[in-house]
C-alpha cells in the first residue's frame, strides 16, 4: 500500500538551530510532494510543494526541501529555526495515478524553545 | 481570494441530532474534500468530490452524508453520530493533482 513514513514524531530545537524533517514515500510512479504546517489553534497551510524540475524547492517562511528520487525522499530543511516555527509539520504525496488522494505521514511536532 | 471558509467553528451535537457542516472556496477548484482529523494525527480522507460528482468515498459510516449543490459549496449532513466522532472536520478544494487548500475547519462535539 502507498504510505508516507515521518521519521521524527517530535523535535524539540533551540532558536537558531538547524531543522532537517525526515520523510519517505513508498510508491514507484510519479508523485506530487508537499510539506504542510499546522500552527497550534490554526489550519493547515501549505509550505512548498515540488511536481517536477529542481529537485531544491523553497517554500514560505525560510523553509526548502530536497527531493532525492532514488531514495524516495522529500526531507525538510531550515538553516535557523524561530520559536515561532513551533507547529505540526506533515509530509504528504498524491500519487498521480490517484489524483486525488492526499496521502499523509504521521506528522512531526516540533517545538522550538526560546 | 484563496481561502476555503468553514461554518460552524465549533458545533455540539447530541446522538439524536441533525446537522450540517458547509464549507465554501471560490478558487475556481473543481476537486473538493472532506477530512476528519483526530488530535496529534494526521487528517483521514473521508469524501472527495470532483465536478460536483462524489468520486471518493473512504468506506465512510452513512450517518455522514456528503453533498455538493455547486462548484464552490459542500456541505456534510451529520445524523445519530456517535462520541467517537467527535473530532476536526476539514474541508480542503483543489485543481486535481495540485495542493490542497484547507479550511480552518469544524470542531465537532458529540454528547
Known amino acids: 500500500a502507498q504510505s508516507v513514513s515521518q521519521h521524527n514524531h517530535h523535535v524539540i530545537l533551540s532558536e537558531a538551530a538547524s531543522l532537517e524533517l525526515g520523510c519517505n514515500y513508498s510508491?514507484?510512479?510519479?508523485?506530487?510532494l508537499f510539506w504542510y504546517v499546522q500552527y497550534p489553534g490554526q489550519h493547515l497551510q501549505l509550505l512548498l510543494k515540488y511536481f517536477s524540475g529542481d529537485p531544491l524547492v523553497k517554500g514560505i517562511k525560510g523553509f526548502e526541501a530536497e527531493f532525492i528520487k532514488s531514495k524516495f525522499s522529500f526531507n525538510l530543511r531550515k538553516p535557523s529555526v524561530q520559536w515561532s516555527d513551533t507547529a505540526e509539520y506533515f509530509c504528504a504525496v498524491i500519487p498521480m495515478d490517484s489524483s486525488y488522494k492526499l496521502i499523509f505521514g504521521s506528522g512531526t511536532r516540533l517545538l522550538v524553545r526560546p | 481570494d484563496t481561502e476555503v471558509t468553514q461554518t460552524p467553528k465549533h458545533l455540539v451535537m447530541g446522538m439524536t441530532n441533525k446537522k450540517s457542516l458547509k464549507c465554501e472556496q471560490h478558487m475556481g477548484h473543481r476537486a473538493m474534500y472532506w477530512y476528519k482529523q483526530k488530535a496529534k494525527k494526521p487528517p483521514e480522507l473521508m469524501f472527495v468530490y470532483s465536478y460536483e460528482k462524489l468520486s471518493i468515498n473512504e468506506s465512510v459510516p452513512s450517518r455522514f452524508s456528503p453533498e455538493c449543490p455547486n462548484s464552490s459549496l459542500l456541505n456534510l449532513h451529520l445524523h445519530a453520530l456517535q462520541p467517537e466522532d467527535s473530532a476536526l472536520y476539514l474541508c480542503a478544494s483543489s485543481f486535481v493533482g495540485n495542493e490542497q487548500f484547507f479550511g480552518p475547519g469544524t470542531r465537532l462535539t458529540v454528547l
Open positions: 510508491y514507484g510512479g510519479t508523485v506530487n
